[in-house]
């Protein structure tokens, strides 16, 4: 989480509809994700939530057994005034934890390394964040694979929704959990080490088939996030970020530079676009609420969002080079699904991008429509 994040999201604001073509082709035959192997260490068992709720996690084995944050059933007056009493605490605890994880990603500085899993692929990363002005500064440069460097300015507010999940961890503390809740059970999974460091482990569990779940670590010392994974509903670890190395000391200004011909930078200071799309998207998994609108040449872009998950949409005027180009593809936690659709004899192509599972995506993109 926490802008260990640093990946080059495709969902992130301002991405184009070629970012999405380009995933597409040689990904289009991806199932592996629909086939969970019980036996997988990489899988982990989060079915839809009811309370009680204790199922196993790839935790410290020396971890406490988990605690649903959710109402228990009651077999008698007293028993459920003590457990009305435990769920207060236990919410109380996790409300405190998220503060301190806001806290942490909005005014922490550090640096170091970062290990990121996806579709099969470990990738090793060198972050750098820090503070000036006000605004967050981070620098992430891959040291394994293809030579990439990132240099970002700004957290861009409640506007930046960009699925990294530092910006998830900022929104679902600024959502607030009475609103996050109706689409996601909390639970406090226990503890862990990471990077030398303990950590207290906090699930998000879907409570529909609509979206992933997230499981995050935070510091006990600071709350900060050293690790997160995303989950699929057939309960596969899709993502996985994690510090193997962290310095809290103050970041000087010479680590932010770039250390690359390879820099790309990102300015994620302005404000929110308040434009208005001309398409309506009919069907949307209960949370889900449209972020930004930013209009297009040949069409709209617009992003949801329920507080934790992302998902864009592209709506654009279908060119002749694309006029038999549908299909979809998975890689790692990130689904891109293309169909077509015609508006008064035009062809346009819709697009649905995000860290959500395919059946949603596809359900998404068949209900958009014209305004009026």
Same mark, same amino acid.
């Given at each position: ?14 991405c ?7 995933l ?12 969970t ?9 989060l ?8 199922s196993?996690l ?36 996790v409300?405190q ?15 170091g ?10 990738e ?15 620098r ?19 506007? *930046?929704?960009? #699925?990294?999940? $530092?910006?998830?961890?900022?929104l679902? !503390?600024?959502? %607030?959990?009475?609103?996050v =809740? ?12 990471i ?10 569990r ?43 000391s103050?970041?000087?200004?010479? *680590?932010l530079? #770039?250390?690359? $011909? ?5 300015? !994620?200071?302005? %404000?929110?676009?308040?434009? =208005? ?14 972020v ?9 872009m617009?992003?949801?969002?329920d507080?934790l ?8 005027r279908l060119?002749?080079e ?13 689904v ?16 649905v991008?995000?860290?959500i599972p395919?059946?949603?995506a ?7 429509v014209?305004?009026?």
């Amino acid at each position: 989480m926490v802008n260990i994040v640093m990946r080059e999201s495709l969902i992130r604001i301002g991405c184009t509809l070629f970012l999405a073509f380009s995933l597409l082709p040689p990904l289009l035959l991806a199932q592996e994700l629909d086939d969970t192997d019980a036996n997988d260490s990489t899988t982990v068992k989060l079915e839809r939530p009811s309370a009680p709720v204790v199922s196993p996690l790839p935790v410290d084995a020396n971890a406490p057994s988990a605690i649903a944050v959710d109402a228990p059933t009651a077999t008698s007056n007293s028993q459920a005034s003590s457990d009305l009493t435990n769920i207060r605490v236990l919410n109380n605890e996790v409300e405190q934890w998220l503060g301190k994880l806001a806290q942490a990603v909005n005014e922490l500085e550090y640096s170091g390394l970062v290990t990121f899993e996806h579709a099969g692929l470990l990738e090793t990363l060198q972050v750098v964040r820090a503070v000036r002005g006000g605004e967050q500064v981070e620098r992430v440069r891959y040291l394994s694979g293809a030579p990439r460097e990132l240099i970002s300015y700004g957290s861009g507010g409640h506007c *930046a929704y960009d #699925a990294s999940p $530092s910006i998830r961890a900022t929104l679902l !503390n600024a959502a %607030g959990q009475q609103q996050v =809740q109706r689409a996601y059970q909390f639970i406090l999974r226990g503890k862990e080490r990471i990077a030398d460091r303990e950590s207290v482990v906090i699930e998000a569990r879907p409570r529909d088939r609509y979206r992933l779940g997230l499981v995050v670590s935070l510091d006990r010392e600071t709350g900060l996030p050293l690790k997160s994974m995303l989950v699929s509903t057939q309960g596969r670890v899709l993502e996985r970020y994690q510090f193997v190395q962290l310095d809290l000391s103050p970041v000087k200004d010479s *680590a932010l530079q #770039a250390v690359s $011909s390879h820099a790309r930078r990102i300015d !994620n200071r302005n %404000g929110c676009d308040t434009s =208005q799309s001309r398409w309506q998207v009919r069907w949307l998994p209960e949370g889900f609420r449209v972020v930004f609108v930013k209009p297009l040449p040949d069409g709209d872009m617009m992003v949801f969002s329920d507080g934790l998950g992302v998902f864009t949409v592209f709506v654009q005027r279908l060119g002749p080079e694309l006029e038999d180009f549908k299909g979809r593809a998975i890689r790692g936690a990130t689904v891109a699904y293309m169909d077509r659709m015609e508006v008064k004899g035009v062809p346009y192509t819709v697009t649905v991008v995000g860290e959500i599972p395919d059946a949603t995506a596809r359900r998404v993109a068949s209900s958009i429509v014209e305004k009026g």
